[in-house]
């Protein structure tokens, strides 16, 4: 297992950009590598994930054209970079990793390590 921390989260108004960071305390180049976020008074939710190589990556819906996943493995750190940030992308974040099961779209009882989160806040 790798241990994981983000960072880069805070508060943006609505149409603004935030780049999040997850840093690995190993290699992370076996791994997918996903995001995740929970809203107050939601379940946490996929959000992105990349395929170990980079060359392949999956979104959710309400992200898609906004939020680009990227990775480098050489630092063992993964992105995400949000643009046009909504009120309703306001939640907690979550860096996962995960062994590739044959589809991005990750879900979490396949997650080996998380992250501790970093808050996102995006005001009206």
């Known amino acids: 297992q790798v241990q994981l921390v983000e960072s880069g989260g805070g508060l943006v108004q609505a149409g603004g950009t935030l780049r999040l960071s997850c840093a690995a305390s190993g290699r992370i180049f076996s791994y997918t590598m996903a995001w995740f976020r929970q809203a107050p008074g939601k379940e946490r939710e996929f959000v992105a994930a990349?395929?170990?190589?980079?060359?392949?990556?999956d979104y959710t819906t309400s992200v898609k054209g906004r939020f680009t996943i990227s990775r480098d493995n050489a630092k063992s750190t993964v992105y995400l970079h949000m643009n046009s940030l909504k009120p309703e992308d306001t939640a907690v974040y979550y860096c996962?990793?995960?062994?590739?099961?044959?589809?991005?779209?990750?879900?979490?009882?396949?997650?080996?390590?998380w992250g501790q989160g970093t808050q996102v806040t995006v005001s009206s």
């Open positions: 990349i395929h170990w190589s980079g060359r392949s990556t």
């Open positions: 996962a990793a995960a062994q590739y099961t044959g589809s991005l779209r990750t879900r979490q009882e396949d997650v080996s390590s």
